[in-house]
């Protein structure tokens, strides 16, 4: 069983920057895929980045491709999502996720002021 636990979000303004967490409760380590996806009101969720938990191998939308950085600490079970030059564009409700093992989190709230 997979249990993400997401914190991090907040308002920002345009050009800020901000970190999400993902906490991954797992009873013993999985080489798993954990990503990051995003819903705006309205749109579809959009798959924003992901990384393997074991070879740290990384992916990302175009549309965040040189702002956005994900990262995982192992010994925290831990995936992070590092946001520069967050555009208005870039709000919406920020979800993790392990889509092989069928487990997300709740959630969380980011909103960029212009």
């Known amino acids: 069983q997979v249990q993400l636990v997401e914190s991090g979000g907040g308002l920002v303004q345009a050009g800020d920057s901000l970190r999400l967490s993902c906490k991954v409760l797992?009873?013993?380590?999985?080489?798993?895929?954990v990503s990051w996806s995003r819903q705006a009101p309205g749109k579809e969720r959009e798959l924003v980045a992901d990384?393997?938990?074991?070879?740290?191998?990384?992916s990302y939308a175009d549309s965040v491709k040189g702002r956005f950085t994900i990262s995982r600490d192992n010994a925290k079970n831990t995936v992070y999502l590092q946001m520069n030059s967050l555009k208005p564009d870039d709000t919406g409700v920020y979800y993790c996720?392990?889509?092989?093992?069928?487990?997300w989190g709740q959630g969380t709230q980011v909103t960029v002021s212009s």
């Open positions: 990384i393997t938990l074991s070879g740290g191998r990384t």
């Open positions: 797992v009873r013993a380590f999985i080489n798993m895929k």
């Open positions: 996720g392990a889509g092989a093992y069928g487990a």
